[in-house]
């Protein structure tokens, strides 16, 4: 079935440091790919997603370009910041009519000052 | 954007009574709710789906005669946990199919005494 593997955290980061999640996955057909992000008490949030091969998405700094060749959709950042500490969470979305989400254990982040 | 507003947020019950928790699409309607149950450091565990009007479809191992879904407008879905138990202490997070993906409700925090 399909799947989504999130490299393991925690991961602990000082401020400007350059960040890596990687995310691989084994679907069927042709799936889109997200990133959730949870602050500390709140609820999940979309941070970015693709929904075709070599499609980029970003936002906030973030990038994860959706890979068909090594199945994986890598989250990046340039420069982490304080307010990025959170747990973030990789996963896929099915084909088919109810396109359920599959989702990676999530990696948590900690970037100290 | 597509708002689901998730009530409440935190609750504390006594074992043996039933807690229910509501998530309202606030501006547009959910044909399709997912819930989720999210254990401390885990990722999310889908444990059913439901669509308005019908019976909700429920992931394997998830009592249906325990965690009771109600999708009976395209704006309200509610789960109830009956008989609760400590070990139904959890995250309880619900979700709609949106346009451009998936929006979460901020959760409820079950505590189960």
């Known amino acids: 079935g399909n799947s989504v593997t999130q490299m393991e955290g925690p991961v602990t980061l000082s401020e400007e440091a350059f960040l890596t999640i990687n995310c691989t996955y084994t679907a069927t057909g042709y799936p889109s790919l997200f990133w959730y992000v949870q602050y500390p008490g709140e609820g999940l949030q979309l941070l970015l997603k693709?929904?075709?091969a070599d499609d980029k998405g970003s936002n906030k700094g973030f990038e994860a370009t959706y890979r068909k060749e090594t199945t994986s959709f890598h989250l990046e950042k340039g420069s982490v910041q304080v307010s990025d500490s959170a747990v973030y969470f990789c996963a896929l979305s099915e084909t088919g009519n109810n396109r359920k989400l599959i989702w990676g254990l999530g990696t948590s982040l900690a970037v100290n000052p | 954007g597509a708002v689901v507003s998730q009530h409440p947020s935190r609750v504390i019950c006594k074992s043996g009574t039933s807690v229910k928790i509501e998530c309202r699409s606030l501006?547009?309607?959910?044909?399709?709710m997912f819930w989720y149950r999210q254990f401390p450091k885990q990722s999310l565990m889908l444990m059913a789906t439901?669509?308005?009007?019908?019976?909700?479809?429920?992931e394997q191992g998830v009592e249906k005669d325990k965690f009771l879904i109600n999708h009976a407008s395209l704006t309200l879905s509610t789960l109830t946990v009956t008989s609760a138990h400590p070990e139904d202490s959890s995250f309880y997070i619900c979700s709609a199919r949106v346009q451009y993906g998936y929006t979460f409700g901020s959760g409820t925090r079950l505590t189960v005494v």
């Open positions: 439901s669509n308005e009007g019908s019976k909700a479809t429920y």
């Open positions: 693709a929904t075709k």
């Open positions: 501006d547009f309607q959910a044909t399709t």
